[in-house]
């Protein structure tokens, strides 16, 4: 079955500890995203990956760190949680960018730093 | 950049109303558009997409969207909605020229729908 898995789906801790939100996906995706969704401010990009070893910052990548070593996988790292990290993230991706495509998501993982 | 702008945050309807929830966006040149749908608890879920043709587009479970080039909009449709419609829905728009494609969202709006 063609889809995006993130892990874990719910995760709590405490601040300063470090972390890491995987993703990955089946689908020989090129592109991959990371968004996180807060009440009233919708899906807001991280970061972003045109394809391997190809990464760039969205409109929020303040305290988030990513890596793109393989087509299939993009994992989301934060390095010294903050409460204001507190959020549901997704993982999207998509054939390529451009002319006819549509992202797919992942179910999402529910963070809370305390 | 581009931006994407949903005009109702939170709609609340009874069973049988119609819908319309508005969509703009700010962008020169050609683009992609998208309405996503989120039902409580779970992730996003493509309702209907614009790529080209027709601009009066029908998605999944009754929903229908209209591309209108000149207004930059693109506001999602359904003549008789039912309580399973009780979602948060988003729009959302992806550049398809001058080299960025990244879709950008609306803030969404939340739909519900009372018995």
């Known amino acids: 079955e063609a889809q995006v898995t993130q892990n874990p789906r719910y995760l709590i801790t405490v601040t300063g500890k470090k972390l890491t939100v995987t993703c990955s996906q089946n689908?020989?995706?090129?592109?991959m995203s990371w968004y996180r969704q807060d009440p009233g401010l919708g899906l807001r990009q991280i970061y972003y990956?045109?394809?391997?070893?190809?990464?760039d910052k969205g409109d929020v990548p303040e305290g988030y760190k990513v890596s793109r070593k393989e087509k299939r996988n993009f994992p989301l790292i934060l390095e010294s949680p903050s409460p204001n990290q507190t959020s549901l993230y997704f993982c999207?991706?998509?054939?390529?960018?451009?002319?006819?495509?549509?992202?797919?998501f992942g179910q999402g993982t529910r963070l809370t730093v305390v | 950049a581009q931006s994407v702008s949903q005009h109702n945050h939170h709609v609340i309807l009874s069973e049988a109303a119609s819908l319309e929830l508005g969509c703009n966006y700010s962008?020169?040149?050609?683009?992609?558009l998208f309405w996503y749908v989120q039902y409580p608890g779970q992730h996003l879920q493509l309702l209907l997409k614009?790529?080209?043709?027709?601009?009066l587009v029908k998605g999944i479970k009754g929903f229908e969207a209209e591309f209108i080039k000149s207004k930059f909009s693109f506001n999602l449709r359904k003549p008789s909605v039912q309580w399973s419609d009780t979602a948060e829905y988003f729009c959302?728009?992806?550049?398809?020229?001058?080299?960025?494609?990244?879709?950008?969202f609306g803030r969404g709006t939340s739909l519900i729908v009372h018995p």
């Open positions: 999207a991706s998509s054939p390529r960018v451009g002319r006819n495509t549509e992202a797919f």
């Open positions: 689908m020989n995706h090129e592109y």
């Open positions: 990956s045109m394809n391997v070893e190809v990464t």
């Open positions: 962008y020169g040149g050609t683009v992609n």
């Open positions: 614009y790529f080209s043709g027709d601009p």
């Open positions: 959302a728009v992806s550049p398809i020229s001058g080299g960025s494609y990244i879709p950008t």
